[in-house]
């Protein structure tokens, strides 16, 4: 089966760096997102890993080993509208021929001035 | 704005109801998936749809149903409601199978 794990709350300051961590068991590993969403509103894509290793864009950075189920979302020089919850997802690949993209329960992070 | 559409935006109706759903995907996206997600379970996997033809089906209910049409949008057909089937029904779309998903505003559903 699948498993994923990320912390439900974290808090942090703004202007600090916060890491939002994720680990997972699957059986067909096939690339991992972060998505943001805040309340009531729609996910939006931040990031996807396939390879091993970090993947930057502006203030996020999402970090990848795959050998340890393990990835991680950076958040830089944090603001107060990154208060959300971050929600990470691994792609799965299935016998048959098909992906199915499985979502954590995502970390609600809440900045405070 | 993500280019993936839904209506309506919120529906409340009664137990025992069906209601449809609907979603027009970003242009050019093949793929379109729809999500459910209520308070206490996160954002579960319900159906994906590829080019008219289902491709994967997570946990969806007997009582539910989808379909892609040959414009690409789609609607999730939701009966014999329940009060636990309130939740937040969103819809994503993707160029094809294995790219990222862009979601929709999502649609409220209150099932009194």
């Known amino acids: 089966g699948q498993n994923i794990d990320q912390p439900t709350e974290m808090t942090a300051t703004e202007g600090a760096i916060v890491q939002i961590n994720c680990t997972y068991q699957?059986?067909?590993?096939?690339?991992l997102f972060w998505y943001q969403q805040h309340a009531g509103e729609a996910p939006t894509f931040l990031s996807y890993n396939v390879l091993d290793g970090l993947e930057e864009k502006g203030r996020f950075s999402s970090f990848l080993s795959r050998s340890k189920g393990y990835s991680y979302l950076l958040l830089k020089e944090l603001q107060m509208k990154d208060s959300a919850s971050y929600l990470c997802a691994v792609r799965d690949w299935f016998s048959g021929g098909y992906n199915k993209l499985i979502f954590g329960a995502g970390t609600r992070l809440a900045v405070h001035p | 704005d993500s280019g993936v559409t839904q209506t309506p935006k919120h529906l409340i109706t009664a137990t025992g109801q069906r209601v449809t759903l609907r979603c027009s995907p970003r242009s050019g996206d093949l793929s379109v998936y729809w999500y459910q997600q209520s308070l206490d379970q996160g954002l579960q996997f319900l159906i994906q749809y590829y080019n008219g033809e289902e491709r994967a089906k997570g946990n969806i209910l007997e009582r539910f149903s989808a379909q892609q049409f040959p414009d690409l949008h789609s609607e999730l057909n939701l009966s014999s409601l329940e009060l636990g089937d309130s939740a937040l029904y969103f819809c994503a779309s993707s160029v094809d199978l294995d790219n990222e998903q862009f979601f929709g505003p999502g649609t409220r559903l209150t099932v009194l």
């Open positions: 699957t059986s067909g590993f096939n690339g």
